[in-house]
């Protein structure tokens, strides 16, 4: 068997042919595409590990917003919580402060409802005992203590200074002599006693006042000489008063 060189490599020369078209014509377009391809997909890769990493930081600050905006509400809750109590015991505080005012009050108003009670009772106490004493005084009026009010009477007026006797004695409208009862049988002992005390003439005017309980008392426009148990008890009703 004989073999054909010539077509051996004319054959060969057709596979280089076909070989150097494939290469040219084919596969660098093919093969450009490819890569062309590989970088848009690296680049879509790259793209979209960028937007993953956008993605994950939004992610992350959404979080951290959302764990902040929880810090915030927990810290405004935490605030109105503490609002809430501190104004709950600001208005107990201010409530139980009036609370206590009025008790206060209350319990002032009382005492001085107590006090003035109190008052009112000795008030009402010593008058009925002074009333029960003038009643009682004025039982006792009788001739002997005529005679004692009218000795206390002349003393009075003997101790009085002699300018002041003598400015009675002068009285153009004379003097009163002001008794709690009537009578006749006493007046002149009485006159004569009052005219020595006196050292002078003057004219005496006999009056009765039976308020006087008992007593005698001497009276002028400008002078009176008490002598009497109203005089009396009217001194021991003012002590009495002070001394409350």
């Known amino acids: 068997m004989s073999i054909d ?3 051996i490599g004319l054959q060969a020369i057709n596979v280089l042919i076909l070989i150097w078209l ?3 014509v084919f596969w660098r377009p093919i093969a450009a595409a490819i890569a062309s391809r590989q970088q848009a ?3 879509l890769i790259d ?7 956008r993605a ?7 979080s951290r917003a959302r764990d902040g905006i929880a810090a915030e509400r927990s810290a405004m809750l935490d605030q109105a919580r503490s609002e809430a109590e501190a104004t709950a015991k600001a208005t107990r505080d201010e409530a139980q402060g009036r609370a206590e005012a009025i008790l206060a009050a209350a319990r002032a108003a009382a005492e001085k409802e107590r006090e003035a009670a109190r ?4 008030r009402q106490a010593r008058d009925l005992a002074l009333d029960i ?8 009026d009788g001739p002997e203590v005529q ?6 009477l002349t003393e009075a007026i003997a101790a009085l200074p002699a300018a002041e006797r003598a400015a009675l004695t002068a009285a153009p409208e004379g003097i009163e002599i002001v008794t709690s009862r009537k009578s006749v049988a006493q007046e002149e002992t009485i006159r004569q006693a009052v005219l020595n005390a006196l050292g002078g003439a003057v004219e005496l005017r006999f009056v009765v006042d039976p308020e006087l309980i008992g007593g005698l008392e001497l009276r002028s426009p400008h002078f009176v000489l008490h002598n009497s148990w109203r005089a009396d008890l009217a001194q021991v009703r003012k002590a009495v008063q002070d001394a409350a």
């Open 47 to 53: 793209n979209a590990g960028e937007t993953q990493a």
């Open 5 to 7: 060189l010539w077509g």
């Open 41 to 43: 997909a690296m680049a």
């Open 119 to 122: 008052v009112a009772n000795d």
């Open 133 to 140: 004493a003038g009643r009682l005084l004025g039982r006792m």
């Open 56 to 62: 994950d930081a939004a992610l992350a600050e959404a």
């Open 147 to 152: 005679a004692a009010f009218l000795a206390q």
């Open 22 to 24: 494939l290469f040219h």
